[in-house]
């Protein structure tokens, strides 16, 4: 009976979990020949090497916040648009007399075509709002300075080929605000002295806008998407170059972390937090921020009471509306964005963090006010209030850039 019970509690003991992973371990040690990396050293291996230097262990300061989850909900918002897209583009039809019924036809008759589309759609607006946050991050914690202005420069290309993107692709539903504001758009390039209309004749692809058009702005749209996600690798490229910036705007490394597991794991949460977020638009109010007037088709003989942009560009908008010279409104929204690469190199201040900047704190914050104002005032009727509104404000974003961010307090 003893000798029994002995055996038991020997064969037990050697099926327990402890044991068992030993003896898997070994057993693993023993077939390691046949695998084509050493399993103690995985890093040895270049690519490998590689994804654990930029990923794993890429050093990251302990300080950061969720204020840096936004760079990464970037990414993703990318890889969400170029998918979407590539599957409305297996049903889309870029010709005048059938793009806005294909888009009914993916809605109502393609399975779960409503949601692809909804996705997409809302999808822009999630881009622009993240970037928005990222670059007022940027801003405030002086990620722009030096030795960073390459890797800002790089992101406010980044942000030139996302507004070009939004614009082609809010082209392509070909109802009234897509017809109109494709026309609106193009017919800014005729301020160009002598070569504006043969310019804007050859965007078109006639006298008018048109199938070529449409046919143009589409093949534009589907293109810069990969062009963004190339300039996207040498923004990444930059970055790991010269090390993300902290909160405190130290950048001795003394306070840095492996980015797996602990900011792995803080963007895996706020991309939680982003996708719920996402879908509450997708799948409550898919349309509240689309303009209504773009589910009328196009319709060349009526103009729209208000011809305006997506919300992410009215800030521009009313830049351009604020100046009562066709050319001189045209090249101040263009310098609005423009000014964003400037300002590396006119910055003076040897703090990065505007926290410990306490008068240029207040302005900062001011700025922000004044954006959403240019952004209210690009959706009103044009009036004498609100035009004295926008001159004021649109002087206050530019005054904003040239006097206090090349103060040093």
């Known amino acids: ?30 077939f390691k020949h046949i695998f084509p990396l050493n399993v103690t050293r995985l890093n040895k291996n270049y690519l490998f090497a590689f994804v654990d230097s930029h990923i794993i262990h890429y050093p990251t ?13 970037a990414g993703i918002c990318l890889v969400i648009q170029m998918i979407s897209g590539i599957f409305l583009a297996m049903h889309y039809t870029p010709n005048i007399d059938l793009a806005f019924n294909s888009v009914e036809y993916i809605m109502r008759d393609v399975p779960n075509g409503w949601l692809i589309r909804y996705i997409h759609a809302n999808g822009a607006s999630m881009f622009f709002i993240v970037v928005y946050a990222h670059i007022g991050r940027g801003l405030y914690y002086g990620s722009y300075m030096e030795p960073r202005e390459l890797l800002w420069c790089s992101g406010v290309i980044l942000l ?22 494709a026309t ?20 078109w692809g006639g006298y008018t806008v048109g199938n070529p058009t449409l046919n143009r702005f589409f093949s534009i749209h589907f293109f810069l998407p990969f062009l963004i996600a190339g300039v996207c690798l040498i923004h990444l490229a930059l970055l790991h170059k010269e090390g993300s910036n ?9 306070d840095d972390v492996p980015f797996y597991p602990y900011f792995f794991a803080k963007d895996v949460f706020a991309l939680s937090c982003f ?9 409550y109010f898919p349309n509240v921020l689309n303009h209504p007037d773009n589910y009328i088709p196009a319709d060349p003989l009526q103009t729209p009471a208000h011809v305006v942009p997506e919300w992410y560009f009215l800030p521009f908008y009313a830049i351009l509306r604020s100046i009562p010279h066709k050319a001189g409104g045209i090249i101040a929204m263009g310098a609005a964005i423009l000014i964003l690469l400037v300002i590396p190199f006119t910055n ?11 008068i240029f704190k207040f302005f900062f914050w001011l700025f922000i ?41």
Request: charged fraction near 5%; avoid cysteine; proline fraction near 5%.
């Open 1 to 30: 009976m003893r000798l029994h019970n002995k055996s038991l509690n020997k064969s037990s003991s050697q099926y327990s979990p402890s044991n068992l992973f030993y003896n898997g371990l070994i057993a693993l040690s023993s």
């Open 61 to 73: 300061p302990i300080t950061f916040t969720y204020a840096w989850s936004f760079g990464s909900l």
């Open 160 to 181: 030139l080929l996302m507004m070009g993107t939004a614009f082609t692709g809010y082209v392509l539903p070909w109802g009234q605000m897509s017809f109109w504001g």
């Open 184 to 203: 609106v758009i193009t017919n800014m390039v005729t301020a160009i002295p002598i070569a504006g209309q043969p310019i804007v004749q050859w965007l």
């Open 246 to 254: 902290s909160p405190i705007g130290s950048d001795t490394g003394v």
């Open 275 to 283: 996708l719920l977020f996402f879908a509450f638009f997708v799948l």
């Open 348 to 358: 003076t201040s040897y703090i990065r963090n505007t926290t410990y900047r306490p």
């Open 369 to 409: 006010a004044d954006y959403v104002i240019l952004t209210w005032v690009g959706q009103q009727s044009v009036r004498n209030a609100f035009i004295f509104v926008d001159q004021v404000a649109t002087f206050y974003y530019f005054f904003f850039f040239v006097f206090f961010n090349t103060l040093y307090w």
